[in-house]
């Protein structure tokens, strides 16, 4: 079927459509769907269609978008936050399955060059699968799904470590270079020191120029309000930084999360993700099928029994090596279980890996086709791994909490939603007054904690409106929303709105932006998670300062009844960045002149008259 590109793109939607449906529906997961399908449409059964290897770089834009994605919803500030997790449980885990994988490999007579190749790139795991499966899990909140990422992250950033060593490890490999063709004819990439220069000159041009100009840029495509244009210039910002990271011999899918973590803090980053999920769902399917159709059944046929080994022998020996670090950084064992599960499989950029090996010659080509079935394998196994976790393992090891204590209806007025530093306070308070709560968190490894200090909190997805209403959301007359991620906290408020119209909504902002998108819900009260507590030290430093309490508590209030009067001003003008800008200057003057010390006198005595 080759050379129709409309049959071919007819033969793969057809095969989508009519074999993920049966996949989800049968409880095996789209992702299987997808692999199946390949499988069938692929060269090794029905030979629909014959190129593979063509369609799997096209599909690799795919994980380029999701990884674009996943760093519009992480702020630089977040990144940094996640150093620990970074080094800790992505470092150990690269290490020591490099070092045990290679250690096999030598142990069975592969040079040293290339044992440390295939341990390098075994140690991977699939991006694309284990992210897609956190993500319709709903785990990206959850300390498991948080571990997962930092360890994916992780190995996406040191595949250019990897890919970097690769000439070295050709010299000590034993193996001819024949394979390795020449550079004449293309294009100049840099090397050595102008390499190392250039990566950090392109680094810093795209956070320079994410924060000088793609906003300005983004704010005059909003204002022509021509739709198409808006998604032409995310998936430019896409191609172009993949196509920088191409240059530079780099992961495009690092360049894109990149690209993705600098406008993480735009006010256009709904949008963003708006325009480039369609985009990112359809290529990350076609990915997958073409995983599906590289399983090549004649290196299976002729060595059934070594490939099957080395399957099953780095499936164990990378669950445990998880599993262990999981228990060094504290999770629940039904966690570790799970961690274990979604990342030992070997990944995408073991292919990716496995070719630059071979053009060096550290690789020999008989052996790249052995553990490209390998990593093919493996990823198609992981859906199924997951459901054995879910049928077998889950209700054998997971903890009442953690499996989903399911939530029921205690008749209580209150419901919170997220028991973390700020839910923990409101709740308290309100048990001072013997006022029933029913608490919902959806952090399992959280739960397990809260529970040695006698809190009964139940497990769920706090936007999921069928739990709610389990929960009595229907006959509650508050229902605070206090969760740590602010759109999960405007998701809930959103459903809790449309479905129970009668409950008050109080809501945790996480900053001014967020608590316009909460005013735009209609939500009852909203306030800032830091405010308050901002205002206490700002309160105390006065005092040390030489002022009374009295009127330390007394600037302090009428700063905040002041403050939240012009946040509920420049609301009506949220869409005009220039007018927010002219009204926040404007705000701080008067704040100032508001409270100087005669005029704040001034208003205290006026009231103190009316009152008598």
């Known amino acids: 079927m080759d050379g129709n590109l409309l049959l071919s793109v007819f033969i793969f939607l ?13 409880g095996l997961g789209s992702v299987i769907g997808y692999l199946i399908a390949g499988v069938i449409i692929g060269p090794h059964v029905l030979g629909a269609i014959n190129d593979p290897e063509t369609i799997l770089h096209f599909s690799e834009f795919g994980v380029v978008m999701m990884l674009f994605l996943i760093g519009l919803e992480l702020k630089p500030r977040q990144l940094w936050n996640m150093r620990m997790r970074l080094m800790g449980l992505g470092g150990l885990q690269v290490a020591l399955t490099t070092l045990l994988v290679t250690g096999a490999a030598y142990y069975l007579g592969r040079p040293l060059g290339e044992a440390i190749v295939i341990g390098m790139a075994l140690s991977l ?11 319709d899990r709903r785990m990206m909140g959850e300390t498991v799904g948080q571990s997962g990422f930092s360890v994916l992250l992780f190995q996406d950033v040191i595949v250019i470590v990897m890919i970097a060593a690769l000439p070295f490890l050709a010299l000590s490999s034993g193996l001819s270079s024949e394979t390795v063709g ?17 990566i950090i000159s392109v680094f810093a041009g795209m956070i320079a120029v994410g924060r000088l100009f793609l906003r300005p840029i983004f704010r005059i495509i909003a204002k022509s309000k021509v739709r198409e244009t808006f998604t032409a210039m995310a998936l430019l910002l896409v191609i172009g930084a993949a196509l920088l990271m191409e240059w530079l011999g780099l ?18 980053r709904h949008q963003l993700e708006r325009d480039i999920e369609p985009f990112k769902a359809l290529l990350l399917g076609l990915f997958f099928i073409s995983v599906g159709m590289s399983l090549n059944f004649i290196t299976l046929g002729e060595q059934p029994i070594i490939i099957a080994a080395i399957v099953v022998g780095l499936l ?6 998880i599993y262990l670090i999981g228990a060094v950084f504290m999770l629940v064992q039904s966690s570790r279980i799970l961690f274990a599960a979604l990342l030992c499989q070997a990944g995408e950029f073991g292919f990716v890996l496995f070719q630059f090996a071979a053009q060096e010659g550290a690789l020999s080509s008989e052996m790249g086709e052995i553990l490209t079935a390998v990593i ?11 459901l054995f976790y879910d049928k077998i393992l889950s209700p054998k090891f997971a903890t009442q909490s953690l499996t989903g204590e399911p939530p029921q209806n205690d008749h209580n007025p209150v419901l919170i939603l997220g028991f973390g530093r700020v839910g923990q306070l409101a709740g308290r308070l309100l048990q001072t007054q013997n006022i029933g709560t029913t608490i919902i968190d959806n952090d399992g490894d959280h739960i397990e904690f809260l529970k040695q200090f006698g809190h009964r909190v139940y497990y769920g997805d706090a936007s999921d409106v069928d739990l709610l209403r389990t929960a009595g959301a229907s006959e509650a007359k508050v229902i605070v929303v206090a969760m740590d991620d602010r759109d999960k906290v405007t ?22 932006t967020h608590l316009f998108d909460l005013l735009a819900e209609d939500v009852d009260f909203a306030e800032r998670e830091t405010a308050r507590a901002s205002l206490a030290m700002g309160r105390k430093a006065l005092t040390y300062l030489g002022f009374s309490e009295e009127k330390a508590m007394t600037l302090s209030d009428k700063f905040l009844e002041m403050d939240f009067k012009l946040a509920m001003e420049a609301f009506e003008h949220r869409a005009d960045i220039d007018a927010l800008i002219s009204r926040a200057k404007r705000g701080q003057e008067l704040l100032k002149e508001t409270l100087s010390g005669d005029a704040l006198y001034t208003a205290k005595t006026d009231e103190i008259e009316k009152d008598m």
């Open 376 to 386: 093919a394998i493996t990823m198609a196994l992981t859906p199924l791994i997951i």
């Open 14 to 26: 057809a095969a989508a459509c009519i074999l993920v449906p049966i996949s989800k529906l049968s």
């Open 125 to 135: 795991s699939s991006t694309a699968i284990s992210l897609q499966i956190m993500q």
């Open 182 to 198: 020449t550079h004449g004819g293309e294009s100049y990439k840099p090397e050595g020191i102008w390499l190392a220069a250039s």
């Open 316 to 321: 164990c020996l990378k669950f445990v090596v």
């Open 491 to 512: 998701k809930a408020v959103y459903e809790i709105k449309e479905h129970f119209p009668d409950a008050k909504i109080i809501a945790r902002a996480r900053n001014r």
């Open 251 to 268: 992961s495009a899918a690092l360049g894109a999360f990149i690209a993705g973590v600098v406008l993480a803090d735009s006010e256009y």
